[in-house]
């Protein structure tokens, strides 16, 4: 396959890694500055407690000059998706399969879904729809990665924890796009599950990061600390019942505990999570698809969110205060 990772960051280069050292793929990477720099020099490069993986990179700044592609990789931020969204389409054939590693809701989440949500475009991550026109959702199978990484230097990634994968289509079913997917990604050494619901995925991910996450990132606690502290802890689970109410009408009801999933973050030790690294790095935060969404598909389904809402104002605010987070200080206006 022709294979490009748009985003060399810790879950790029770990994917990217992994996929050009099998030596079957021609893998490339849209990269800037000293990334790019490194990746053209040295490859993808990957340190893990299972030891280095490395393999060739064709790296550039710009896709027009990789070309159509089997299947490009979104591994960037969510802020950022709308530019990348913009300048993708060289990389789009008929048959390009794109492949979201990212956190979050995303924007064709509610494809497929039945119920009061169904087809409802989220404006809470994609604000004026240009993300849906510039990527199709034929063209899309969605990803929830289960994976530490971290990047080490540019072009260099540390896989602390874990190579799961979850794959699947946004309208559902194990379609022959699944089958080869999860095949390949196997063969390059990820735990890769086909999913028939891959919203469920989605949000069972984000029912234990979207709290965790804006509370690291506004305290610089890492995850043992915030579920050590009995009060933050009751404040994160008692939010977490509110999106496990959304859920349930979402069709996408959750049977574990908050308890239960706290006992499993605490397995990770002293983990900091990916919006706390953003904010140590300076760079914007992933409100929006982390929080802002449940909050959005909370008002539509008819569940309130007063936990939810007070933990997004509260990391919203600490976002503007610290440039991390579009917009000054101001009333949020509810339709």
């Not at 979207?210 to 606690?221: D, L, Q």
Request: glycine share 12%; charged share 20%.
């Amino acid at each position: 396959m022709k294979i490009c990772i748009y985003g060399a960051g810790a879950i790029g280069l770990l994917l990217g890694a992994r996929l050009a050292a099998t030596g079957r793929h021609e893998v490339s990477a849209v990269a800037r500055g000293a990334t790019l720099a490194a990746l053209a020099e040295h490859g993808f490069r990957l340190a893990g407690v299972d030891g280095n993986v490395a393999g060739p990179a064709r790296a550039s700044a710009d896709p027009a000059t990789l070309g159509v592609q089997d299947l490009v990789v979104i591994a960037v931020k969510a802020p950022a998706l709308a530019e990348v969204a913009r300048g993708i389409a060289p990389l789009l054939g008929p048959h390009t399969v794109v492949l979201p590693a990212m956190n979050g809701v995303p924007w064709w989440f509610c494809q497929g879904l039945a119920g009061p949500a169904a087809d409802l475009a989220l404006r809470s991550v994609d604000p004026d729809g240009s993300i849906a026109r510039n990527l199709p959702v034929d063209h899309v199978l969605g990803c929830v990665v289960h994976a530490a990484s971290v990047v080490s230097a540019p072009g260099v990634a540390c896989n602390r924890m874990g190579r799961g994968l979850v794959i699947g289509e946004p309208r559902g079913g194990l379609g022959e796009r699944v089958q080869r997917l999860q095949q390949v990604l196997d063969e390059a050494g990820f735990e890769t599950t086909a999913s028939p619901l891959i919203q469920r995925d989605i949000w069972y991910k984000l029912w234990g990061n979207m709290t965790t996450n804006p509370i690291s990132a506004i305290t610089g606690a890492t995850t043992d600390r915030v579920i050590a502290d009995d009060l933050v802890r009751k404040l994160t689970g008692d939010a977490m019942l509110e999106a496990g109410r959304i859920g349930e009408r979402l069709g996408l009801a959750i049977t574990q505990t908050p308890e239960e999933r706290h006992q499993i973050t605490r397995k990770l030790g002293a983990f900091k999570t990916s919006m706390l690294q953003d904010v140590e790095a300076g760079r914007a935060i992933e409100l929006d698809s982390l929080v802002g969404a449940v909050r959005e598909l909370g008002r539509h389904v008819g569940v309130e969110t007063p936990l939810i809402d007070a933990i997004f104002g509260l990391a919203r605010l600490f976002g503007r205060v610290h440039g991390l987070y579009p917009g000054a200080p101001a009333q949020e206006h509810r339709p």
